[in-house]
């Protein structure tokens, strides 16, 4: 075997023994987990906004970002529910690059796992207890789900992800809504069929046990364009987009059927500071059609305390080092016009 074994995990018990959720917070999750839920169930009709780093490569910043967002939250909580991303798992195509805090709490080191899980952990942890906003984590790891399970609000199944059939399988047996993406080729029978295969239940191996699931039926699909064989991009958050995947959602006569469209990859050209204007475009989609209104409950947006990115090592506080974000300034803008535009 060509493998060295360094060092084992904790388990997902002693690590949650170490850092503890505080009682009096998971009250407060219990109740924003509720807000969050009745959105998806048609029971709440403010606007989801998914929003934040892409990447979460440092707490100091990543907990200003959000300190920011709660201010904000305060302001549009009529007619917005505002899920902060805290993203520690950052997929690589090729395998090469940053890979996120549950690697490499730091991007500057050698990856140390054990200390990753301790250092996503205190974060979520942190900006749980300090802002009261359960953050929204991609799942590129399902293993990694049950050391967060108990402060996660929100997640994601990545395009690379979405046909795999642990993380399939491993959604059916998550209690929170979990977003499944169109794969980058774009093929929309693969993102419905995954929430088709999340929201029944099955018997399988996780963590070293046989477990049984019940299903998730706040699973949902999240568009977030696609790449042709050539290498080019392919939006698919236009009108007549949302109009042809919405209307194939509904045939299927699934639970809780639900659209969020993703503002950035291969939807904004990989170009960040679209953003702004594919949400605009969204949100007039959205009066034009009453099904396309009750569909797409949100948005997901990447965003900084500074615009653009960064190499690792240049060291600008706030500023991305894996995809580029918008800046502050153009968010808070952003969220105020989604607010009395709805």
Known sequence: ????????????????DQIPLPKYIKTIKEKRDRNIRDIFENKDDRFILIIGPCSAD???????????????????????LIIPRIYTNKPRTTGEGYKGMAHQPDPSKQPDLVEGIIAIRKMHLKSLCEFHMPA????????NYSYLSDVLG????GARSVENQQ??????????PVGMKNPTSG???????????????????????????????LTHGILRGAVDPYGRNIPNYHYEDLIRITKEYEKLQLLN????????????????????RIAREVLMSRKYDDLLKKMIKGLMIESYLEEGRQGVGENIY?????DACLGWESTEKLIYYIAENL
């Open 1 to 16: 075997m060509s493998m060295k074994f360094i060092k084992r995990i904790p388990t997902a018990d002693e690590i949650l």
């Open 58 to 80: 440092n707490e100091d910043s990543v907990c200003e970002y959000i300190e920011k967002l709660a201010v904000v939250q305060e302001k549009v909580k009529d007619s917005i």
């Open 136 to 143: 929204a984590d991609e799942m590129l790891y399902p293993e």
């Open 154 to 157: 929100y997640i994601a199944i």
């Open 167 to 176: 993380h399939r399988l491993a959604v059916s047996g998550v209690d929170i």
């Open 187 to 217: 093929d929309l029978s693969v993102m419905l069929n995954s929430i088709i295969a999340s929201q029944q239940g099955h018997t399988f191996k996780y963590s070293g046990w046989e477990v049984e699931t019940t299903g998730n039926p």
């Open 257 to 276: 059927a639900s659209i969020i469209v993703d503002t950035n990859h291969a939807n904004s050209m990989k170009c960040y500071s679209e953003q702004p």
């Open 318 to 322: 706030g500023k991305s080092i894996t």
